[in-house]
Every structure is written in structure tokens, then in C-alpha cells.
């Protein structure tokens, strides 16, 4: 399968990786960039931490709804996971183990963090899914084995978000909970498809717990 994403950069910012002692990979949404996530990233304000950011090309992860069928996502869907992967691993290169890398994501970024998340479930220093869910025409969270050993994951979204269905919001945190993540999930009346001050005021906790 093609790679339409593997020639991409990697984008960085925050504290450098030699010496930060916990790092956050975020992953951008549709007709957005990797630097345009990492401002969000730099704004949190938590000293220690290294943001990786990956870039899709053409600002795309993959071409259609993510609650299309999967095949019509492919190959980006498959080759932006191994984007996030890649970026969890620059990580683990430098010395900070998965325990302490966040992974963050919003819109479609925030559906290939979960499902990346929810496809290689192991003790991560937290996820957190802004306006996303996990990618597939239908989910059921018995087809996710593994346990995230209680890695803190946050789900928040629109509850008349019009591209993320509520309903896939809450699957997908009930599959999180299934893999033994310790699940927060927060649908708020009536906002739009952006990110609000209680969703980037959980962030900071989360991301300062791993600096602590």
C-alpha cells in the first residue's frame, strides 16, 4: 500500500526533545497543518513538553467522512496512523517513554489519534480526542483488544457537532473504557466544531501531570 503521507515532515516545537521529560504528538484536522496544531500546542504553556506535530499532504489525512467505509479512506487513513506512529516513536528515540507522550488531535486528526490509539493500546501519558471518534462506517468495541492500563483519555465534542455524530462520540469512549482507558467524556449543548476553554483547560492538566 502507497504512503501518501510518508514523505511529509515532521514539525516540532515546545521544549526541545533532548530535554523535555514528556512529549505531545499533535495531529492536525482537514485543510489544516501541522503548524497551525502546534500553535494550539505552544498556547497550553506547559513547560517540559515537546510538540510533534505531522504533517498530511495536502493538508488531507484521508479523502472522505470518517464514517465512510474504510476502504474508501485508504491508503491515507493507513498511512496517516503510521504517521502517528512514527511521531510516538521520534519520541521514544529521544528518551521519553510512551507513558509520558500524549497524543491530541482535533476534527480528523482527533479520529486518527483514536483510532491509533485504540489499535495499539498500551499505557500512553494520555489521548485526547477533541470533535473525533474512531474511523469505520460502524464500530463495535469488542473488534479493539488490548489494554491501555489506564491511561487517561479525553473525548469532547459538540452534541450537534454536524460532522461528528454524538452517538460515534460515545462509542468510541465506550471503547476506550472496554481497553481499560480511564475515559472522560464531555458532549457540549450547542457549540460549533472548534475547541472550548474547558476542553483546552483539561488538556493543561493533563499535559502538566506528566511534567509534575
Same mark, same amino acid.
Given at each position: 500500500?502507497?504512503?501518501?503521507?510518508?514523505?511529509?515532515? #515532521? $514539525?516540532?516545537?515546545?521544549?526541545?526533545? &533532548?530535554? *523535555?521529560?514528556?512529549?505531545?504528538? @499533535?495531529?492536525?484536522? %482537514?485543510?489544516?497543518?501541522?503548524?497551525?496544531?502546534?500553535?494550539?500546542?505552544?498556547?497550553?504553556?506547559?513547560?517540559g513538553?515537546?510538540?510533534? *506535530?505531522?504533517?498530511?499532504?495536502?493538508?488531507?489525512?484521508?479523502?472522505?467522512?470518517?464514517?465512510? =467505509? $474504510?476502504?474508501?479512506?485508504?491508503?491515507?487513513?493507513?498511512?496517516?496512523?503510521?504517521?502517528?506512529?512514527? *511521531?510516538?516513536?521520534?519520541?521514544?528515540?529521544a528518551?521519553?517513554?510512551?507513558?509520558?507522550? #500524549? @497524543?491530541l488531535?482535533? &476534527?480528523?486528526?482527533?479520529?486518527?489519534?483514536?483510532?491509533?490509539?485504540?489499535?495499539? =493500546?498500551? %499505557? +500512553?501519558?494520555?489521548?485526547?480526542?477533541?470533535?473525533?471518534?474512531?474511523?469505520?462506517?460502524?464500530?463495535? =468495541?469488542a473488534? +479493539?483488544?488490548?489494554?491501555l492500563?489506564?491511561?487517561?483519555v479525553?473525548?469532547?465534542?459538540?452534541?450537534?457537532? =454536524?460532522?461528528?455524530? *454524538?452517538? %460515534?462520540v460515545?462509542?468510541?469512549?465506550?471503547?476506550?473504557?472496554?481497553?481499560?482507558?480511564?475515559?472522560?467524556?464531555?458532549?457540549?449543548? !450547542?457549540? !460549533?466544531?472548534?475547541?472550548?476553554?474547558?476542553?483546552?483547560?483539561?488538556? $493543561?492538566?493533563? #499535559?502538566?501531570? @506528566?511534567?509534575?
Amino acid at each position: 500500500m502507497s504512503e501518501p503521507h510518508g514523505s511529509q515532515p #515532521l $514539525v516540532t516545537g515546545g521544549t526541545p526533545l &533532548s530535554e *523535555a521529560s514528556a512529549a505531545a504528538v @499533535l495531529v492536525h484536522g %482537514r485543510g489544516a497543518t501541522a503548524r497551525s496544531i502546534l500553535r494550539m500546542g505552544e498556547e497550553f504553556g506547559v513547560e517540559g513538553v515537546a510538540y510533534l *506535530a505531522p504533517q498530511a499532504a495536502g493538508n488531507t489525512w484521508y479523502p472522505n467522512p470518517f464514517t465512510a =467505509p $474504510v476502504e474508501s479512506n485508504e491508503p491515507g487513513r493507513s498511512s496517516g496512523l503510521d504517521a502517528v506512529g512514527d *511521531a510516538v516513536s521520534e519520541a521514544n528515540d529521544a528518551g521519553i517513554p510512551t507513558e509520558r507522550v #500524549l @497524543l491530541l488531535g482535533f &476534527s480528523q486528526g482527533a479520529c486518527l489519534a483514536s483510532e491509533f490509539v485504540a489499535r495499539n =493500546p498500551r %499505557r +500512553y501519558g494520555g489521548v485526547a480526542a477533541l470533535s473525533g471518534g474512531l474511523i469505520g462506517e460502524r464500530i463495535d =468495541p469488542a473488534d +479493539y483488544e488490548g489494554d491501555l492500563a489506564g491511561t487517561p483519555v479525553f473525548v469532547g465534542c459538540s452534541d450537534v457537532d =454536524p460532522h461528528i455524530p *454524538a452517538e %460515534r462520540v460515545r462509542e468510541s469512549a465506550t471503547t476506550f473504557e472496554r481497553l481499560n482507558g480511564d475515559v472522560t467524556t464531555r458532549l457540549y449543548e !450547542g457549540m !460549533g466544531h472548534t475547541v472550548n476553554a474547558d476542553e483546552r483547560d483539561h488538556v $493543561v492538566s493533563m #499535559l502538566s501531570a @506528566l511534567v509534575a
